[in-house]
């Protein structure tokens, strides 16, 4: 789940990319593929004005992200012997999947509605990379409607988070 995030976050950046020639910079690293979330994230600050609650769950996110993948054995409280280490262990992976799921939700969401609008036409290159990523992350997960179709639960899903939350993501200028 981390690295389709990281892809996710990837697919955005190249959509909120313009013509400019530091985001031409930008585009190579990205198809590069070399850059942290860290490094992605600062990145996206650096373009776009996200709402603060999810610029809250992202920095959790990045927060959690590198403990787990740096120093989650470090901690204290993490001890799968016991049982309450094995409550604090699941609580964390809770916390840890449900603010990834949010950022899975949101940049898709986006990248739905960038890729309806005709602004958000790309480059050959960045076009190739962007579905790349894009057919990646679908191919490789188990998806849950819900009890929808997933026609219906696209809909709504697309619906909702292109309302509710895309538009309160600004362009730096």
């Given at each position: 789940?981390?690295?389709?995030?990281?892809?996710?976050?990837?697919?955005?950046?190249?959509?909120?990319?313009?013509?400019?020639?530091?985001?031409?910079?930008?585009?190579?690293?990205?198809?590069?593929?070399?850059?942290?979330?860290?490094?992605?994230?600062?990145?996206?600050?650096?373009?776009?004005?996200?709402?603060?609650?999810?610029?809250?769950?992202?920095?959790?996110?990045?927060?959690?992200?590198?403990?787990?993948?740096h120093k989650l054995?470090?901690?204290?409280?993490?001890?799968?012997?016991?049982?309450?280490?094995?409550?604090?262990?699941?609580?964390?992976?809770?916390?840890?999947?449900?603010?990834?799921?949010?950022?899975?939700?949101?940049?898709?969401?986006?990248?739905?509605?960038?890729?309806?609008?005709?602004?958000?036409?790309?480059?050959?290159?960045?076009?190739?990379?962007?579905?790349?990523?894009?057919?990646r992350i679908f191919?490789?997960?188990?998806?849950?409607?819900?009890?929808?179709?997933?026609?219906?639960?696209?809909?709504?899903?697309?619906?909702?988070?292109?309302?509710?939350?895309?538009?309160?993501i600004q362009e730096?200028?």
């Open positions: 789940m981390l690295q389709k995030i990281e892809a996710l976050l990837r697919a955005v950046l190249i959509l909120a990319t313009n013509d400019s020639e530091s985001d031409a910079n930008l585009r190579r690293l990205l198809r590069r593929d070399r850059e942290t979330m860290g490094m992605l994230l600062r990145h996206m600050n650096d373009r776009v004005e996200l709402p603060q609650d999810f610029a809250d769950t992202l920095e959790q996110l990045l927060e959690k992200r590198n403990l787990f993948v054995f470090l901690q204290d409280w993490f001890d799968l012997k016991t049982q309450e280490g094995l409550d604090r262990a699941n609580e964390f992976m809770s916390d840890l999947l449900a603010r990834g799921s949010i950022a899975i939700r949101v940049c898709v969401g986006y990248a739905i509605a960038r890729t309806g609008d005709e602004s958000a036409s790309l480059p050959m290159e960045e076009r190739e990379a962007f579905d790349r990523i894009i057919r191919s490789t997960a188990i998806p849950d409607f819900g009890g929808k179709t997933p026609d219906e639960y696209l809909k709504d899903f697309t619906e909702t988070v292109t309302s509710e939350f895309v538009p309160r730096k200028t």
